[in-house]
């Protein structure tokens, strides 16, 4: 798990308070509710079009809320103009500035400050070192591969100092190994100096890896905010379960039903049933609603193959193996049943082949279950 952030002095470093920016095309961002303690990395993930770029900019003050209020460091900042919010922002695919070399591009927020020259040089010196292209000072951008010209991008913004960075898909564009060199960097330079980081990412691993907390937005709402285990884990609604993960949860509607004469209650998903006595609470949870269908939230680790009968209060299925894609250490097998593809992880020794009929395990107590109509979590207690 990632580390907490340093307790701060008490204050937050953004409050976001009920924001709304709607584009009258439609998009933007809902009534989003956020703090962000000093010192935090806050990751913000969601698929495309779903407010994030949105909300970065309407904390940078690029863009104007429609109603809420934000607060920076404690004051309100809502009429506070981009450049008197001490924040450093970096855009998406944004170039270092061609005519300056490394150095000239990442001492430029800092004489923009109108910071002493001894300052602007040694800080320079030092986020180069951090950043790994203290040996390249003296170059172009023109003659820095595509991961060097990020790291100067990042750079520039970092050297500011500012308390607060918002970084839009820093390291997009960049291959698996340099993106995770260079988040790496991030995270260090941050423990070390302190400050506080929103970072906006379409990879969910370096979502996960860099935030102490993760945020999911949708439709410009924020749905769920918390650790990246606990949001992974307790999802707290259907497309949290289904977008967080790689890959996210398989979603299978099931039926609950009471009978009350025997003292049991049973669950049907398409072709398999459980059944459990009354009285045990997490059924219970399921039961006692008005509508007897749920949701039901699978992730890989939810499903095994078996070789033995399953119990009574825990289905197993036949599933057929559709593919099999190598993970490294392990491999994820997809199996068709019924309409529904569940995904179970195998070690290459043992595991299935395309084609294969599997008995399958589901283990249900850990998993989420969700209301059909809201989307929102059914709490069981588990
Ligand atoms: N200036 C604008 N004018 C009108 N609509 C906009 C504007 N900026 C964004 N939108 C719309 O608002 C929605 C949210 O856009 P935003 O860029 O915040 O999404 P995003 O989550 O960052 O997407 P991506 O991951 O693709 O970068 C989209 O539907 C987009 O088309």
């Known amino acids: 798990m990632n580390a907490s952030p340093p307790a701060g002095a008490g204050v937050s470093a953004l409050e976001l308070i009920e924001v709304s920016r709607r584009y009258p095309e439609g998009g933007g961002v809902e009534a989003i509710d956020l703090e962000v303690p000093r010192g935090e990395r806050l990751a913000v993930v969601g698929p495309s079009g779903s407010g994030k770029t949105t909300l970065l900019r309407l904390i940078a003050g690029l863009e104007r809320p429609d109603g809420g209020a934000i607060r920076i460091d404690g004051t309100p900042a809502n009429e506070r103009p981009p450049r008197r919010r001490g924040l450093a922002m970096v855009f998406q695919e944004q170039p270092p500035y061609p005519h300056l070399d490394v150095a000239g591009n990442l001492a430029f927020g800092l004489k923009a400050r109108g910071r002493a020259r001894e ?102 709402h924020l749905l769920q905010i918390g650790a990246p285990a606990e949001v992974y884990a307790r999802p707290s609604h259907r497309f949290v379960a289904e977008f967080v993960g790689d890959p996210g949860a398989s979603v299978i509607r099931c039926r609950i039903r009471v009978d009350p004469d025997a003292g049991r209650i049973d669950g049907l998903l398409p072709g398999a049933s459980w059944t459990v006595p009354r009285g045990t609470p997490w059924m219970e949870a399921l039961a006692g609603r008005p509508r007897r269908e749920v949701d039901l939230a699978l992730r890989p680790e939810h499903v095994e193959p078996i070789t033995t009968e399953a119990s009574a209060d825990s289905p197993s299925l036949v599933g057929r193996v559709e593919g099999v894609e190598p993970r490294g250490f392990l491999r994820l097998v997809s199996a068709r049943v019924g309409e529904h593809r569940l995904r179970f992880w195998s070690r290459p020794a043992d595991g299935p082949e395309p084609g294969d009929r599997v008995p399958l395990r589901l283990r249900l107590r850990d998993a989420s279950w969700f209301d059909p109509d809201t989307g929102e979590e059914i709490r069981t207690g588990g």
Request: no cysteine.
């Open 119 to 220: 300052e602007i040089q040694g800080r320079v010196r030092e986020v180069a070192d951090r950043l790994g292209i203290g040996g390249m000072l003296s170059r172009r951008p023109a003659q820095l591969s595509g991961g060097e010209r990020r790291r100067v991008v990042l750079g520039r913004a970092l050297a500011t100092g500012a308390g607060i960075v918002l970084l839009d898909e820093p390291f997009s564009a960049l291959d698996p190994p340099l993106r995770s060199a260079l988040r790496a960097d991030l995270i260090a330079w941050q423990e070390r100096q302190g400050g506080t980081i929103v970072l906006v990412s379409h990879d969910q691993a370096e979502a996960m890896a860099f935030g102490h907390r993760l945020a999911v937005i949708r439709g410009g």
